[in-house]
T-cell receptor
Framework: DGGITQSPKYLFRKEGQNVTLSCEQN?????MYWYRQDPGQGLRLIYY???????QKGDIAEGYSVSREKKESFPLTVTSAQKNPTAFYLC???????????????FGDGTRLSIL | SQKIEQNSEALNIQEGKTATLTCNYT??????LQWYRQDPGRGPVFLLL?????KEKRKERLKVTFDTTLKQSLFHITASQPADSATYLC?????????????FGKGTKLSVKP
């Protein structure tokens, strides 16, 4: 079955620690996205990538880093610089058709990050 | 400033009635608008996409309208069922928006009572 997998489902971070959230897709999608969702807030874009070895900052990139070494994978690192990391993190992917950009996004089931 | 607003945080209706959810936007010129369903602890699931030149789109019991003059989209679920209870998100892509990124509303939590 094609899909997008996020792991772990729950993650705890200690003070000063970096943690990495995994996102893998087998949908052959070019574009991948990371969002943060807080209670009462819409999804906010952290980083996105349209192609391997390239990625762009979204609206709230500070304190986060990403890599895109493979088409299927787009891991997100929450660094110690992110002072309020407790949130629900969602990864998504989509096709990128030339001149369109109107493809639906497919989401994973999220990682809930909490501070110890 | 740019805003995308889903008017109700929560909507409670009786089974069998039609649920109508609203998405309003200001200072955007969306090329298209999407609706997603999100269940607790899960990622959003795509439901429908409507383009700026389409007035209405249907899929089974779902109907979406898009009025670029009113800057509003309405999302209807007819003959609603308790299984339709979830949070519904609207999202738009702005003309000139970088790389086709979506901007999401905060969502409306729909509860359908038996």
């Amino acid at each position: 079955d094609g899909g997008i997998t996020q792991s772990p489902k729950y993650l705890f971070r200690k003070e000063g620690q970096n943690v990495t959230l995994s996102c893998e897709q087998n949908l052959n999608h070019d574009a991948m996205y990371w969002y943060r969702q807080d209670p009462g807030q819409g999804l906010r874009l952290i980083y996105y990538s349209q192609i391997v070895n390239d990625f762009q900052k979204g609206d709230i990139a500070e304190g986060y880093s990403v890599s895109r070494e493979k088409k299927e994978s787009f891991p997100l690192t929450v660094t110690s610089a992110q002072k309020n990391p407790t949130a629900f993190y969602l990864c998504a992917s989509a096709f990128r058709r030339q001149g369109a950009g109107n493809q639906p996004q497919h989401f994973g089931d999220g990682t809930r990050l909490s501070i110890l | 400033s740019q805003k995308i607003e889903q008017n109700s945080e929560a909507l409670n209706i009786q089974e069998g009635k039609t649920a109508t959810l609203t998405c309003n936007y200001t200072n955007y010129s969306p090329a298209y608008l999407q609706w997603y369903r999100q269940d607790p602890g899960r990622g959003p699931v795509f439901l429908l996409l409507i383009r700026e030149n389409e007035k209405e789109k249907r899929k089974e019991r779902l109907k979406v309208t898009f009025d670029t003059t009113l800057k509003q989209s309405l999302f209807h679920i007819t003959a609603s069922q308790p299984a339709d209870s979830a949070t519904y998100l609207c999202a738009l892509m702005n003309y000139g928006g970088s790389q086709g990124n979506l901007i999401f509303g905060k969502g409306t939590k729909l509860s359908v009572k038996p």
